[in-house]
């Protein structure tokens, strides 16, 4: 198996992403218009598909491998709610030192034109509970003020512009739509909006840490997703981002609480059938809108 590629930089061999395309286009008659990325946990997303084609990474050309528990590691095509999607069974994370975002460009050029990106994160608002579901409405990257962009290095005008606009990184019609969905499946007791954080893992936080997150305005706080968005929005996509609170972060010296990863898979094993129903139904939302005269 070839040596990682950092995944702070883009890959130079822009061929390889064709290849990986093509590969899977060669091995399954499914068109999705719609990926979905599976946080920890959340996998559960792509075993509710209709009409499955799955791949297990280790069998697609150029395609890293999730080494994190809760990542099963499989890319599955099929129907959700009608709408033909594909599923990542695992993400894969910048402390894995893989290049994170080369899924993202390889479902662009399998038509691909949404993305829904789902994560699990820990609360910074005093006010969100375990268990919430957060819509996430912006994030800060502690990455990107670092100078580790994913869009670092020369730029491939194939997949879009050399300075994309993020200040519409998650469009505010699919969130308007989710948060449709929620009303309409009565969960809006425990669906928050929010600010997600970026930072690059694979340790938790610190108290300090958690204390300046909260006076910048962050909401919730993970070691995935903003990567993927901003390839995503390079390439057009349109982006929901979804957040299960999976813990409450320590902003105790005193606390004996301890942010723990086991933690992390139980709640989202707890949350994980309103999840899958809430992307089901906004799916069908979307598919209405697609049909649409």
Request: aromatic share 8%; glycine share 10%; charged share 20%.
């Amino acid at each position: 198996m070839p040596a990682p590629r950092p995944s702070g930089l883009p890959i130079a061999e822009n061929g390889v992403y064709k290849e990986t395309a093509d590969w899977l286009r060669a091995r399954t008659d499914q068109r999705p218009k719609t990926a979905i990325i599976c946080g920890s946990g959340l996998g559960g997303l792509a075993d509710v598909l209709e009409n499955k084609t799955v791949f297990p990474y280790e069998d697609i050309p150029n395609f890293p491998r999730s080494t994190v528990a809760g990542h099963i590691g499989r890319l599955v095509f099929g129907e959700l709610n009608g709408q033909p999607c594909v599923c990542m069974q695992g993400r894969f994370h910048y402390y894995e030192g893989y290049s994170i975002t080369f899924p993202i460009r390889v479902f662009f050029l399998l038509g691909v034109e949404s993305l829904i990106v789902t994560n699990a994160a820990g609360g910074l608002n005093p006010h969100f509970q375990v268990g919430d579901i957060m819509f996430i409405k912006d994030h800060i990257s502690f990455f990107g003020l670092g100078g580790q962009n994913p869009l670092r290095g020369p730029n491939d005008e194939r997949f879009g512009v050399r300075f994309p606009c993020m200040s519409d990184a998650y469009e505010q019609d699919l969130l308007g739509l989710a948060m449709e969905s929620a009303q309409e499946l009565g969960f809006l007791s425990f669906v928050r909006e929010g600010v997600y954080c970026l930072l690059p893992g694979p340790c938790y936080e610190t108290v300090a840490e958690c204390h300046l997150l909260q006076a910048l305005g962050a909401d919730a706080v993970g070691m995935s997703t903003v990567p993927e968005v901003i390839i995503a929005r390079h390439c057009g996509l349109r982006v929901l981002g979804i957040s299960l609170i999976t813990n409450k972060v320590v902003t105790s010296y005193t606390s004996q609480e301890k942010a723990n990863h086991e933690e992390v898979l139980h709640i989202s094993v707890v949350r994980a059938e309103a999840l899958q129903k809430l992307v089901k139904h906004l799916l069908g939302k979307l598919g209405e809108g697609t049909n649409s005269p």
